[in-house]
Nanobody, 126 residues
Framework: QVQLVESGGGLVQAGGSLRLSCVLSGRTFSNYAMGWFRQAPGKERESVATISSSGTSTYYADSVKGRFTISRDNAKNTVYLQMNSLKPEDTAVYYC???????????????????WGKGALVTVSS
């Protein structure tokens, strides 16, 4: 059974930091490109950050570039999203996602995804 389980969401003040973690079980983690998506109330889900299966390539949405960092530890089957300088507009449910074996040229799209996590709520207060 494939599972993606996120942790690390919560409430933070504007300007603060949070780190999200996501563990993949049931598949060989190192075969998957990983991404973080988010969905704010009343908005479409958007791709925020993507990392290649080896970790050598990363991509970011313009809205988070320079503030968020995606990383992975293949020995721990875990992908991370370090979020700094958080803004109220970063408030959303953040979803971890896995894509098998794709050659990356940029951010993963929702249609690329094989597996989704259930989401972690991040709330940034002003």
């Amino acid at each position: 059974q494939v599972q993606l389980v996120e942790s690390g969401g919560g409430l933070v003040q504007a300007g603060g930091s949070l780190r999200l973690s996501c563990v993949l079980s049931g598949r060989t983690f190192s075969n998957y490109a990983m991404g973080w998506f988010r969905q704010a109330p009343g908005k479409e889900r958007e791709s925020v950050a993507t990392i290649s299966s080896s970790g050598t390539s990363t991509y970011y949405a313009d809205s988070v570039k320079g503030r968020f960092t995606i990383s992975r530890d293949n020995a721990k089957n875990t992908v991370y999203l370090q979020m700094n300088s958080l803004k109220p507009e970063d408030t959303a449910v953040y979803y971890c996602a896995a894509d098998l074996g794709r050659v990356l040229f940029g951010l993963l799209r929702s249609s690329d995804i094989n597996y989704w996590g259930k989401g972690a709520l991040v709330t940034v207060s002003s």
